[in-house]
């Protein structure tokens, strides 16, 4: 198919409302797409245009699809350490171990010391020292090992 | 001041079968968590005679000399882990009914599960669990109570907040018949908490308390909301009404009874 065929074949459709056209000669292939009156070779331009963001996406789904949500057990107020003067049990970019104490929730004096239950690295705390937390809220995003 | 034959003879149920007494530690809970983490059966009691390094709720330090009770009991129900709440008010009732009738003192709970007499606090419960996802591993219910300390003996900062047995009583009360009798009355009501007879738990928890009724402060961190103390709820939540109406639930704060 000589590019003076393809040219006169958008002419064609240009003032139809055709908006999709497949010609297939000697083994050729062409498919000619026109959205909102423009006509264009859109396989290209078409082909990169769907799957960059398409590829974008499980770039950015990939990492999240692995890590491990914790979340809260119970109701409660939420401590990152076992007193306001100690140190945290862990920070993001901590390693941690299955069972390593990753946080207090606390209610009605009864201190909850919730555990990791894999090995991982911390990736994300989600809530702020002393806030109170629901039942099943997320508090920490971990990337297991 | 403690001897093991004597409270031994004491125990009549399955808590506290087994007992051990420390001459010191940091903390009986801590000990005890590192004791139930390894193995150690549902009833396991630690006693000390004086800990260093007591803890009230986050952290603050416990007052703690000779001649008080310091104990944690290991507690291993096979519970969903939002029923551990109310092992804590479980605890704040067996206390004080067994100080009551111990000392004939009238002993109240401030909620949660503070330990009062006349408004001044007398001991404090603070208990720890630990959580694998859904399921309580354990409890460990660490029980603070001044018994035979004199009123001189608290720093004087506190006196006007804190109190003794001894302090109320001018007598000097026997720690193991003391103890021994927390021991037993938990044991009744752990079988409350235990056999979905929780109402009747949550009722005698009203009836020993000082706060429903009152007009109180809660302080929740930085937060202050005031309003009077309605109920608790069945996870034994306090039940606050706003001055605005709102009724607002609580799981976590310090109350301090407004007059």
Same mark, same amino acid.
Not at chain 1, 80 to 109: H, N, W, Y
Not at chain 2, 131 to 145: E, K, P, Q, R, Y
Not at chain 2, 152 to 163: G, K, M, N, V
């Given at each position: 198919?000589?590019?003076?065929?393809?040219?006169?074949?958008?002419?064609?459709?240009?003032?139809?409302?055709?908006?999709?056209?497949?010609?297939?000669?000697?083994?050729?292939?062409?498919?000619?797409?026109?959205?909102?009156?423009?006509?264009?070779?859109?396989? +290209?331009?078409?082909?990169?245009?769907?799957?960059?963001?398409?590829?974008?996406?499980?770039?950015?789904?990939?990492?999240?699809?692995?890590?491990?949500?914790?979340?809260?057990?119970?109701?409660?107020?939420?401590?990152?350490? +076992?007193?306001?003067?100690?140190?945290?049990? /862990?920070?993001?970019?901590?390693? /941690?171990?299955?069972?390593?104490?990753?946080?207090?929730?606390?209610? &009605?004096?009864? &201190?909850?010391?919730?555990?990791?239950?894999?090995?991982?690295?911390?990736?994300?705390?989600?809530?702020?020292?002393?806030?109170? /937390?629901?039942?099943?809220? +997320?508090?920490?995003?971990?990337?297991?090992? | 001041?403690?001897?093991?034959?004597?409270?031994?003879?004491?125990?009549?149920?399955?808590?506290?079968?087994?007992?051990?007494?420390?001459?010191?530690?940091?903390?009986?809970?801590?000990?005890?968590?590192?004791?139930?983490?390894?193995?150690?059966?549902?009833? %396991?009691?630690?006693?000390?005679? %004086?800990?260093?390094?007591?803890?009230?709720?986050?952290?603050?330090?416990?007052?703690?000399?000779?001649?008080?009770?310091?104990?944690?009991?290991?507690?291993?129900?096979?519970?969903?882990?939002?029923?551990?709440?109310?092992?804590?008010?479980?605890?704040?009732?067996?206390?004080?009914?067994?100080?009551?009738?111990?000392t004939?003192?009238?002993?109240?709970?401030?909620?949660?599960? =503070?330990?009062?007499?006349?408004?001044?606090?007398?001991?404090?419960?603070?208990?720890?669990?630990?959580?694998?996802? =859904?399921?309580?591993?354990?409890?460990?219910?660490?029980?603070?109570?001044?018994?035979?300390?004199q009123r001189?003996?608290?720093?004087?900062?506190?006196?006007?907040?804190? %109190?003794s047995v001894k302090a109320e009583t001018n007598k000097t009360q026997?720690?193991?018949?003391?103890?021994?009798?927390?021991?037993?009355?938990?044991?009744?009501?752990?079988?409350?908490?235990?056999?979905?007879?929780?109402?009747?738990?949550?009722?005698?928890?009203?009836?020993? #308390?000082?706060?429903?009724?009152?007009?109180?402060?809660?302080?929740?961190?930085?937060?202050?909301?005031?309003?009077?103390?309605?109920?608790? =709820?069945?996870?034994?939540?306090?039940?606050?009404?706003?001055? #605005?109406?709102?009724?607002?639930?609580? #799981?976590?704060?310090?109350?301090?009874?407004?007059?």
């Open positions: 198919m000589e590019l003076d065929e393809i040219k006169q074949l958008m002419d064609l459709l240009k003032d139809t409302d055709v908006t999709e056209l497949q010609v297939e000669r000697d083994g050729a292939k062409i498919k000619i797409k026109r959205e909102k009156f423009i006509s264009s070779w859109e396989i +290209p331009a078409t082909a990169k245009h769907v799957t960059a963001p398409e590829v974008k996406e499980i770039k950015e789904e990939a990492p999240e699809t692995r890590l491990l949500t914790v979340s809260s057990p119970i109701v409660g107020i939420f401590y990152r350490s +076992p007193s306001p003067e100690a140190p945290s049990f /862990v920070d993001a970019g901590s390693t /941690v171990k299955k069972g390593q104490v990753l946080c207090i929730i606390e209610a &009605m004096k009864l &201190m909850n010391e919730i555990e990791s239950d894999v090995d991982g690295t911390i990736s994300k705390i989600l809530v702020e020292n002393g806030q109170p /937390v629901e039942y099943g809220e +997320p508090l920490f995003l971990i990337e297991p090992t | 001041m403690l001897e093991t034959e004597g409270l031994h003879g004491l125990i009549t149920g399955s808590l506290g079968k087994e007992i051990i007494l420390l001459q010191d530690t940091d903390s009986t809970n801590t000990v005890a968590a590192r004791l139930a983490d390894e193995g150690s059966p549902h009833g %396991t009691v630690i006693i000390a005679e %004086t800990q260093r390094g007591g803890r009230g709720r986050l952290g603050r330090s416990w007052f703690s000399t000779k001649g008080n009770i310091y104990m944690s009991i290991i507690l291993k129900p096979a519970v969903k882990t939002e029923a551990a709440a109310l092992l804590t008010l479980m605890a704040g009732v067996a206390c004080v009914r067994a100080l009551g009738s111990t004939g003192l009238d002993v109240r709970l401030k909620w949660p599960n =503070d330990i009062v007499v006349a408004g001044k606090k007398m001991g404090g419960i603070l208990t720890e669990t630990k959580i694998l996802a =859904d399921t309580l591993l354990f409890a460990v219910v660490g029980i603070g109570i001044n018994v035979n300390m001189e003996e608290f720093p004087s900062d506190i006196q006007s907040l804190a %109190t026997s720690l193991p018949l003391i103890i021994s009798e927390i021991l037993k009355e938990t044991e009744a009501c752990y079988e409350l908490f235990r056999e979905n007879k929780r109402d009747t738990l949550l009722q005698e928890w009203r009836r020993l #308390s000082s706060t429903l009724g009152k007009n109180v402060k809660v302080t929740i961190g930085k937060d202050i909301i005031t309003g009077i103390a309605e109920d608790i =709820d069945d996870k034994g939540m306090l039940l606050l009404r706003l001055l #605005s109406g709102e009724l607002k639930t609580i #799981s976590s704060g310090d109350v301090t009874l407004l007059r």
